[in-house]
């Protein structure tokens, strides 16, 4: 069977890794191990892009031997991958022997089918882009289009690669294969950037010895560093090597920011490999980028983070031990990664993402669990429990979910999905209070309560781990499971047989101290009790921690219907920003369905999933009451669908 093949970029090593490279790295660490879960065989490769001018001249300017100094950034980005979790298959260097033997080989096969052509180039250069410009898209300013850098003149005999020649077939293979790139938005970008034309471009460079060779003609210089670079992908399957590289050739993902996709990954790159006769990738991915305080990251700004920094300071914070800090900080990459548009990291979100759906939701969801079944059941799982049927439906509709939303590389979805379980549950504890059972002395009951929350821990156990390994590794551990369970088994509702023993319960993320306060020893999280017969878990006033939970967005109406058999429910169909959902709603004695469509309503839409009259409601409607009928809440303005209110 084919491997799934997936890639990230490989990184140019004059800086070392940042939240803008430990983004790509770990989504695509994400999506191999989400294929592992799956039963997948996996290729994972990640790299550095070591032959670049600019990685030359940084080192000139340290003082430093070149190949020393790729050397050691190389190890230094190997040791980074290593520390946040990264399990990749192989870590390729442009600057291997093998990897330069196929670049000479595709450069003197290109050249022999004409391909390749000599010429001479008279241009612009952007070494911080890496980029040639033609003098038509340079302005007065003579900086580049893409970074704003000062671009640097280029008059030199030069090899050109005959891109124009594979514009049709580029065109053809886009229309052929709308998934080829995603998502949406950058599909567009790559149309939009061919439908400019496309002109040969120059693959090699005078004035520097620091790269591959021009084949046979070696006074020409070295190729250019895209050309090199694009070409690891098919070096690390043995490409030249061995007859059996299909096994892994071509790519199923591969994975980078929005920045390198157009021009690179979805012109140059395939237009490449039409030359070569080779298979096209089945799918690029560009996302988009992390800005920090609305800004671009610059080393200039000082604005750049490093991974590890983050993750020590969040550990040291908290008390939380570092591979579970590690796992925090992937999670916050996943949560708030940006897909289509660009979004904005901050310590803050990464705090208020690890109180809130870490320590708050996962860490005490399985905390009162296994506490519940240690103080009730002596830590064994009672005879002839089950979950209940809607539960069980629902657990098994958002493992769907989230299997749709990982595949799509949508992360953000995926885990939000996740999160509605660890909702259902805890909803469905305080609506059945297994406390209360036990005193009532319905010990049955009260272990059927529970036995749901270990299966919804154990799926969760699963559905996290593309995330957060080391922390479904503990979960698995605390759950007496070893390891976290493969994906087509995790949504098995009878997995945890009666007598089977759970370990006590650790705390895996201890609450943050709000920053105002002194600085006090670390401390294990402060579980929440559950609570005691006749307690109540209202309290008058809630903290704008509580509300920000509340996830309400402005939807707009796109269908309407009654639901069967009822006078009171209205089926809705929402647009909510680009997400299509479903809620039921009671307003059907107030309303009729064409009083509906395109009207915008705010809708909770971090609600748990509900079965009602057999659709599954996804959200709630916020209207004013009105000696009990509703009336509906609008914008003040048209607003884009799917708005925040806050
Ligand atoms: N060496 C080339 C890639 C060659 S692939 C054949 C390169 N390297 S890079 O070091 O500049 O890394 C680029 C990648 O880092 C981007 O595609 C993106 O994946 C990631 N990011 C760099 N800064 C980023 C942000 N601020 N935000 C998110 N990701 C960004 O280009």
């Known amino acids: 069977m084919k491997r799934y093949y997936i890639t990230t970029p490989i990184y140019y090593v004059n800086s070392v890794p940042h939240i803008g490279t430990a983004l790509t790295t770990i989504v695509a660490d994400a999506c191999a191990r989400f294929q592992k879960r799956r039963g997948r065989r996996v290729y994972f490769l990640t790299g550095t892009d070591e032959n670049a001018p600019k990685v030359h001249r940084v080192a000139g300017e340290r003082g430093i031997p070149t190949q020393q100094f790729v050397d050691e950034m190389a190890a230094e980005f190997e040791r980074t ?122 693959v090699t460079r005078t004035g520097t010895d620091w790269g591959v060779p021009v084949p046979d003609d070696p006074a020409s210089g070295v190729v250019y560093v895209w050309f090199d670079a694009l070409l690891n992908y098919l070096t690390a399957t043995g490409w030249l090597e061995r007859d059996d590289y299909t096994d892994t050739w071509p790519p199923d993902l591969q994975l980078m920011g929005k920045d390198i996709l157009p021009r690179f990954h979805a012109t140059i790159w395939p237009a490449m490999l039409m030359a070569l006769d080779l298979p096209l990738p089945e799918r690029l991915y560009g996302h988009g980028w992390w800005i920090v305080n609305k800004q671009k990251m610059s080393k200039s700004l000082g604005n750049v983070y490093a991974p590890l920094e983050v993750v020590q300071s969040l550990a040291a914070a908290s008390g939380c031990e570092t591979p579970y800090a590690v796992d925090a900080f992937r999670y916050y990459m996943l949560r708030e990664m940006p897909t289509d548009s660009d979004a904005e990291f901050s310590l803050e979100g990464l705090e208020t993402r690890y109180n809130g759906d870490l320590a708050n939701d996962l860490g005490n969801m399985l905390h009162r669990t296994l506490s519940m079944m240690h103080r009730y059941f002596g830590g064994r799982v009672p005879d002839g429990a089950r979950v209940d049927a809607g539960l069980a439906d629902l657990f098994a509709q958002q493992a769907a979910r989230v299997t749709e939303a990982y595949e799509a590389v949508d992360f953000p979805r995926g885990l939000r999905e996740a999160w509605q379980i660890i909702s259902a549950v805890n909803r469905y504890y305080d609506e059945q209070a297994p406390w209360t059972l036990m005193k009532q002395g319905d010990t049955a009951r009260a272990g059927q309560v529970l036995y749901a929350g270990l299966i919804a821990a154990r799926l969760l156990c699963a559905l996290v781990e593309p995330a957060m390994p080391q922390v479904a590794r503990e979960i698995a551990r605390q759950l007496g499971i070893g390891e976290p369970p493969a994906w087509s088994d995790a949504t098995a509702m009878d997995a945890l047989p009666a007598g089977h023993t759970l370990q006590e319960p650790t705390p895996i993320f201890p609450r ?135």
């Open 512 to 646: 943050l101290q709000a920053k105002a306060e002194p600085k006090q020893p670390p401390t294990p999280t402060p579980q929440p009790e559950p609570p005691q017969q006749g307690a109540t878990t209202m309290q008058d006033a809630i903290t704008i921690d509580d509300f920000k939970r509340l996830q309400i967005r402005i939807a707009t109406v796109t269908a309407a219907e009654p639901v069967p058999k009822s006078t009171k429910l209205l089926k809705l169909t929402l647009d909510v920003g680009g997400e299509t959902r479903t809620i039921v709603a009671g307003i059907a004695e107030d309303y009729t369905p064409d009083q509906l469509v395109g009207k915008q309503i705010p809708v909770l839409v971090n609600l748990q999933p509900a079965l009602i009259r057999g659709i599954v409601s996804e959200g709630m409607m916020l209207a004013a009451d009105v000696d009990g009928r509703a009336v509906l809440l609008h914008p003040d303005r048209e607003v884009p669908s799917g708005s925040t209110v806050r």
């Open 81 to 202: 991958w290593q520390a946040l979790h990264i399990e990749y298959d192989v870590f390729i260097r442009t600057t291997e022997d093998r990897h330069k033997r196929v670049v000479t080989e595709v450069f003197r096969r290109l050249v022999r089918q004409g391909d390749i052509y000599k010429g001479s180039y008279q241009g612009w250069y952007c070494v911080s882009c890496e980029t040639f410009f033609a003098s038509s898209k340079v302005g007065e300013s003579r900086t580049c289009p893409d970074c704003g850098k000062p671009l640097e003149w280029r008059d030199e005999p030069c090899y050109y690669f005959r891109l124009s020649a594979y514009e049709l077939r580029l065109k053809a293979h886009l229309a052929a294969n709308p998934r080829f790139i995603e998502p949406e938005v950058r599909r567009n970008e790559t149309l939009g950037f061919i439908a400019e034309g496309l002109q040969d471009i120059a």
